[in-house]
């Protein structure tokens, strides 16, 4: 079957690559019809016969709801961030008090799952910003990457994602994201690297300045275990 508008090419290739073809994930318009509980059904139906051609026991007292629970986890949670309704409200605040300096969340944590072989990502997301007159409440930022986090992710596309949402959040360009995470596709399959990491960013504003960016980054090394 030819789906128009696909990326010509081998598509193991490509996902192998760990190739990215959007900053915006990859929706169709009929994304929304079903109800989170037909999807879940859909779903299940799935696993179940995925879990049957691998020549698994469904009666068996162990796997029998692993299909139901699988599809839950699906909907619910590992890509509950693709629904827009879940998506966390950003109170925002002026900056009465004045604090014109750089804020720096870092160390955040972060689940997400490669949208190629739908395996786990793991690692920490660091978040700066300057305030130009509104701050936000420190969990959103914990929130929003949370948020994003959670649907089929390419780390680039994550950092974008983070740094977009934030900006429009903040009303600045000045705002900027790395993260340092492993990609159980790379370390658990095909090289099984168990050591490496990949580390991204994403910087607006002002931290394209080399001073700037540089204050952040020395933010990170600090020693923060308290």
Known sequence: MKIEGALEGPLEELGNDHFSASEDTPLREDAFVLSSEDKIDRIEDNVREIMLTLGLDLEDDSL??????????????????????????????????????????????????????????????????????????LSKMNRIVDYFAKRPQVQERLNIQIVRELQKVLGTDDVACVIDAKHLCVNSRGIRDVDSSTVTAEYGGKFKEDAVRREFLDYLNLDTNF
């Open 64 to 137: 029998k709801g692993t299909p139901k629970r699988v599809a839950k986890m699906f909907v619910n949670e590992i890509f509950g961030g693709l629904h827009p309704d879940k998506k966390p409200k950003s109170s925002t605040f002026k900056n009465k008090y004045k604090y014109g300096e750089m804020l720096v969340e870092k160390n955040i944590t972060l689940y997400s799952t490669c949208e190629h072989h739908l395996l786990p990502i793991v690692g920490k997301a660091h978040i700066a910003y300057i305030s130009n007159g509104t701050v936000v409440g």
